[in-house]
């Protein structure tokens, strides 16, 4: 993808790693400290494939999928500090979490099309702005240019946990392998990502580590380094 370069005054942080491996959490506390944005990316692909089941499209069928992507109008839209995707004018929030988006998310996520699609969205909505942005390639292939990557890890067996704690009964470890063994832009640790395994930390310990570093790499040596 050619990428319109990043204005100085954008800061990403970007947060990857596999499902449930407590990323949403940590990427919203880290954004409140810091006064940045947050966006969930996922947001945007489960709102996709909300988009194709509303449509009754087989989210298997790769050519469909890709022409419904194509033809969406895709937004992201606020509320306060929240920022949610709204396709064609429809406000999906009620529906990310449905059984039928998380069997579907992966699927739909592999398609090139919808990936081209929904990656431009997301740089356009950083641009220019200070965000923290959570997902499965956002440091690898999104914003492989930002020096601020982490990738936050938890054993399987917590991740399910953690799952199931949200009152959600989910298998991830599907969704995990889709999104790992996709050939287009898979879960993988970005280069140069600082890795974090979180299965024995809690939010607090997690986003200690993240300010920890960035405060080594200088971002906003003032604001970071003066309240850790
Ligand atoms: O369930 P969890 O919060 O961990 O996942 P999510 O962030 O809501 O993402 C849902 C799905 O969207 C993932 O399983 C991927 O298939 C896809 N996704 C992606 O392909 N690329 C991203 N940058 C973010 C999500």
């Given at each position: 993808m050619t990428k319109p370069a990043l204005t100085k005054e954008t800061v990403v942080i970007a947060i990857d790693g596999p499902?449930?491996?407590?990323?949403?959490?940590?990427?919203?506390?880290?954004?409140?400290?810091?006064?940045?944005?947050?966006?969930?990316?996922?947001?945007l692909y489960r709102a996709m494939t909300w988009s194709c089941l509303q449509s009754g499209i087989d989210c298997k069928d790769i050519s469909a999928v890709a022409t419904a992507a194509g033809n969406a109008r895709?937004?992201?839209?606020?509320?306060?500090?929240?920022?949610?995707?709204?396709?064609?004018?429809?406000?999906?929030?009620?529906?990310?979490?449905?059984?039928?988006v998380n069997a579907n998310v992966s699927p739909v996520s592999a398609v090139p099309a919808v990936r081209y699609i929904l990656s431009a969205a997301i740089r356009t909505h950083a641009q220019g702005r200070q965000t923290v942005i959570e997902g499965r390639d956002i440091g690898s292939a999104v914003f492989p240019e930002t020096p601020y990557k982490f990738y936050i890890d938890a054993h399987p067996q917590v991740r399910q946990r953690r799952r199931r704690n949200q009152g959600q009964n989910e298998e991830i470890a599907q969704r995990d392998m889709i999104d790992s063994t996709r050939s287009t832009d898979p879960l993988t640790v970005a280069a140069g990502a600082t890795v974090i395994d979180s299965s024995t930390l809690d939010v607090n310990g997690v986003v200690g580590a993240i300010m920890g570093q960035l405060c080594s790499q200088g971002l906003s040596a003032a604001l970071l380094c003066s309240k850790e």
């Open positions: 499902a449930a491996s407590g990323k949403s959490t940590v990427a919203r506390e880290l954004a409140k400290r810091l006064g940045y944005r947050f966006l969930n990316s996922g947001d895709i937004k992201v839209a606020h509320e306060g500090n929240e920022y949610y995707p709204k396709i064609d004018e429809d406000d999906a929030r009620t529906h990310l979490r449905d059984p039928a």
